[in-house]
């Protein structure tokens, strides 16, 4: 099956990862028509998409997927909902779990109710391999693998993964999930691992890694993911589950040794904190089903998209200054504080 979207309704791209998807589709497929629907939380800035604000094929809309009535209203007009909007910090989730369930739950359920409503439909979920909880040493997650998150970020996601699912078999509605491994690349927020180790490494500053530093995670480049993102919505079998990850595992630690390496900084800015409560150990993704119906593979060698990454944000110092204000500010310090 070959559905082509056309007029798509975008959710939560002025953050990471929506905002490298929006600017790579605008790029890719001159045929779409967008509105952008985003609430400008403190991870989601109009910084990282102001070089398409303009594209006459772009609408902007300020709102929040909790606002049932403005989701229905911009519903009403698309053939397509590409849902990314999500509170997705694991950090924030443990200190303050309402807002990943009214935003994640509640937001994905009022996305669902208004594309019920205008039928005819196709809904794309963007979710995470972190619904499948922690692996041992050996073994991969497939789209088998049972939901276990650990959580209330990963709970919340689940939970709306399942919301979709349900949508799917109880009502007939045209719906793809896709679930991807840890993102890397430009504009990401400077709260996830590899910008806040550039970030404070630029500043010799200390470098906090989590208990031993071996929690192993499977890194793909957010433009890989982008790619696979529009691989399923076009051509994911309705009801479906892909997985997308780059088969790239690597302990944080060694990442973190990786971009001291890059930056020439000392590894003694290491600094070893207390671990975050409930701390997946590993994840990695089998995405063979991804490869085998949507014709997608990961093209980003990690070395190259990880120096590129680094030089990125040397280049764009004035973008993290405008981002990492006041709520992350204050956030960042008291969380890091408590763990030392």
């Not at 791209?13 to 779409?32: E, P, T, Y």
């Not at 997650?141 to 993964?161: C, G, I, Q």
């Not at 793809?176 to 504009?187: D, F, H, I, K, L």
């Not at 070893?272 to 991804?290: E, T």
Request: net charge neutral.
């Amino acid at each position: 099956m070959t559905y082509q979207p056309k007029k798509i309704l975008l959710t939560g791209c002025a953050g990471f990862i929506g905002s490298n998807f929006l600017r790579w589709l605008l790029q890719k497929d001159a045929n779409v028509q967008i509105t952008h629907l985003d609430a400008l939380t403190y991870a989601g800035n109009l910084e990282s998409i102001k070089d398409v604000l303009d594209n006459p094929r772009h609408r902007f809309v300020k709102g929040d997927i909790r606002d049932a009535a403005l989701v229905k209203q911009l519903a009403s007009d698309a053939d397509t909902v590409i849902n990314f909007a999500a509170e997705s910090h694991v950090d924030r989730s443990i200190d303050g779990p309402r807002a990943f369930v009214e935003t994640n739950v509640i937001g994905t359920f009022n996305l669902l109710e208004a594309a019920r409503a205008k039928g005819g439909v196709r809904f794309v979920q963007i979710s995470t391999d972190e619904v499948y909880g922690s692996l041992g040493d050996e073994g991969k997650f497939t789209e088998e693998t049972p939901l276990a998150p650990n959580s209330p970020y990963s709970s919340s996601k689940a939970s709306s993964d399942l919301l979709v699912r349900a949508y799917h078999h109880t009502y007939g509605l045209d719906t793809v999930t896709t679930r991807c491994s840890n993102n890397y690349g430009p504009y990401q927020f400077p709260e996830k691992l590899i910008p806040l180790m550039i970030q404070n490494a630029l500043s010799d500053k200390p470098l906090p890694v989590y208990g031993d530093g071996l929690n192993v995670r499977d890194w793909i480049h957010v433009s890989d993911h982008s790619a696979g993102v529009w691989a399923a919505a076009p051509r994911g079998r309705p009801g479906e589950v892909y997985n997308l990850g780059s088969d790239n595992e690597w302990p944080n630690i060694d990442i973190v040794k990786r971009l001291l390496a890059i930056l020439k900084k000392p590894e003694s800015l290491i600094k070893y904190v207390k671990d975050r409560p409930g701390h997946d150990r590993r994840y990695a993704i089998d995405a063979s089903k991804a490869h085998r119906e949507l014709g997608w593979r990961p093209q980003t060698d990690f070395a190259t998209g990880l120096e590129a990454t680094v030089e990125w944000y040397l280049s764009n110092r004035s973008w993290v200054s405008s981002v990492t204000s006041g709520d992350y500010k204050t956030f960042y310090e008291r969380w890091y504080r408590e763990r030392a």
